[in-house]
């Protein structure tokens, strides 16, 4: 069945990066387009960006253009976000969500990933 | 891009109806056919449950109905349900190809 897993819970002060990943499994890999959606607390989701697996094809919101990097390692059926110059208003969970391609909705949402960013 | 207007909180008896609104602008659920929303249970990932508007996918429940009109779609849950308490999300896809996503609706079972 269709799983994608999601690194743990991290801690990290300001200024610092963290790199989120999110293992699928159950499907074909590169068929897929993969989203990172975060959600900050008491607030709605916020969309980040999207990576085509198959290309390695990126597109980031303007917002984090710069800050984020999006890749994938075919070889493991993993994506990552690599999100840098952290401040308290990057605390959130971050969810990688899985779309058919041209579909334009969130099929299946991965299980969160918390990053608190504390001094 | 701002987030889309949903009502922080709406809240009905089991077996009652009600209606989530979720308001945008002509860039984003005015010109879009794709709005979809998700009901998203605490500590659990959200569920997609309707895309494109009106479409449910397999499995979800029909008491669940989506619909547009300018620039404001709209969730219906009917024959409410303890279990149908959740935060519920719309989003749409955009003119400039991004995703924006509503503020929020925490759904009340009375």
């Known amino acids: 069945q269709v799983q994608v897993v999601q690194s743990g819970a991290e801690v990290k002060k300001p200024g610092a990066s963290v790199k989120i990943s999110c293992k699928a499994s159950?499907?074909?890999?590169?068929?897929?387009?993969m989203h990172w959606v975060r959600q900050a607390p008491g607030q709605g989701p916020e969309w980040m960006g999207i990576?085509?697996?198959?290309?390695?094809?990126?597109k980031n919101t303007q917002k984090f253009q710069g800050r984020a990097t999006m890749t994938t390692d075919t070889s493991t059926s993993t994506v990552y976000m690599e999100l840098r110059s952290l401040t308290s208003e990057d605390t959130a969970v971050y969810y990688c969500?899985?779309?058919?391609?041209?579909?334009?909705?969130?099929?299946?949402w991965g299980q969160g990933s918390l990053v608190t960013v504390s001094s | 891009q701002s987030a889309l207007t949903q009502p922080a909180s709406v809240s009905a008896s089991p077996g009652q109806s009600l209606t989530i609104s979720c308001t945008g602008s002509?860039?984003?659920?005015?010109?879009?056919?794709?709005v979809s929303w998700y009901q998203h249970h605490p500590h659990k990932a959200p569920q997609l449950i309707i895309y494109?508007?009106?479409s449910r996918p397999s499995g979800v429940s029909n008491r669940f109905s989506g619909s547009k009109s300018g620039n404001t779609a709209s969730l219906t849950i009917s024959g409410l349900q303890a279990d149908d308490e959740a935060d519920y999300y719309c989003?749409?896809?955009?003119?400039?190809?991004?995703?924006?996503f509503g503020s929020g609706t925490k759904v009340t079972v009375l």
């Open positions: 989003t749409s896809y955009t003119s400039r190809y991004t995703y924006v």
């Open positions: 969500v899985r779309e058919v391609p041209h579909t334009r909705y969130f099929e299946y």
């Open positions: 990576i085509d697996p198959s290309g390695a094809v990126t």
């Open positions: 494109d508007v009106t």
């Open positions: 002509s860039s984003d659920v005015g010109s879009s056919n794709h």
């Open positions: 159950g499907y074909t890999f590169a068929n897929y387009y």
